[in-house]
């Protein structure tokens, strides 16, 4: 067995692994470098949809070309997605082509996807293919091969760890995940099947890592909801516009911020595309119960006649938007650069219920979007916000849970996946042998 580090590997984003065993192959994952994509529509501000080719020259794209190269490209029996974030799923309508292999993932995911290119006009001959939380599907190739969609906990929902079942053993690829037992939304990590292909024998865990340097568990999205509140419920004395801006994927931090917005009475309206693309898309697998609460813009004249009620009637108003990265062409970005109809005004307030992505177009964005808010003189609460990735004792606990004979980190820099790799040391595992750090672009033969 060969497992081929594609991307992902030397940076936070382009995830893809590839597993090959025999005369086939099965990818997990195609995303996208978000900050090289940010990069971009600085650059060419109306543009939205951009060419593989420019893509690829910009590294946005993961070097999948590389499967040429090993001759895999012909022997991709499945593309599997392991939830819905571009940084996973972002890369498929610029080079699914390229595989004769169906595209599956959980509902959520795949709906998502759908409409990524829906909007963008882009077409794949790829079939998509929908798979519940805790399903099994079947892969056909030379051999056919299980897959199992375990549900995990991550910051959107229907994120799944998948198993594949290979004659030599279990992959298990757990990118991104942390250990939430009191999940807002959705269910809780099936660690029952995570128990059970431990018994049957896990030959390989590629994990995510980023936060492996984080002394101990994450937080449950629970303790967002809490910090949410406590934040609502101060400013509402403010009788001032609130503007909240979450990652728009996040669908259950999305609930708390309308569940709590309806206590304070408020309008809720919810203005950006990427907002409108994941909501509708939740609402379509049935998990939006809250869709008939909103009043939803997305298109110019929809956002600009939003903003204008919300401006003559401040107090009773709720916005959640785009920016929280102080992304170019996000609301936020737009409505601090006077570029639509609503100026803030002396304690206004600004909740950003996310983190910035360190990375530095994103460090860089979202410091000079700060600048310009400041000098409105609005309240800005920052960093409403947990994490979705496990910390240094959620990795421990899967670890002992799975009982992996092969560790690879996965999802970042050396330098952010080293710790993942001393920890596995604190537990036993020789490294070199058994852990493994993995660059882009290399392979591990098991």
Known sequence: MEIHTIGGFNEVGKNMTVVQTGNDAIMFDAGIYLPAVIKLQEEEEQQHTYSEKKLRSRKALPDDLLLDKFGLRNKVRAIL???????????IPYLGYRYNAPVVGTPFTTTVLKKILQDDKIKIPNQIKAVNP?????????????????????????????????PE????????????NTPVMGLPPNYQALKRIAKQGVKALVVDSLYSGSN???PSEKIARAMVEEVLMTVENQKSAIFVAPFSSHIARIKSIVDYAKKLNRKIYVIGRSMNKYLSAAKEVNMCPFHKDLYIGSYKRQVES???????????????????????????????????PFEFTH???????????PAPVNIASKGQLDKRLKKSGVRIFDNVHVSGHGGKEDL???????????????????QQLTPMIELAREMGYDVGKQCHLMQDGQKLRL
């Open 306 to 340: 939003i903003l204008k009620k919300v401006s003559k009637d401040r107090e009773n108003s709720l916005v959640i938007c785009t920016g929280h990265q102080g992304e170019s062409g996000s609301i936020l970005d737009r409505i601090s650069r006077k570029q639509l």
């Open 134 to 166: 805790n399903s099994t599907y079947t892969i056909k190739g030379k051999r056919n091969y299980e897959v199992e969609f375990i549900n995990a906990t991550h910051s959107t929902i229907q994120t799944s760890m998948m198993a594949l079942h290979t």
């Open 216 to 218: 101990g568990k994450t």
């Open 347 to 357: 304690n206004d307030n600004i909740i950003f219920s996310s983190k910035t992505i």
């Open 396 to 414: 421990r606990d899967l670890i002992s849970i799975v009982n992996p004979e092969h560790i690879i980190p996965a999802h970042g820099s050396t």
């Open 81 to 91: 997605l392991g939830h819905a974030h571009l940084d996973h799923i972002g890369a």
């Open 169 to 180: 053993g279990i992959i298990l690829y757990a990118n991104d995940f942390k250990l939430d």
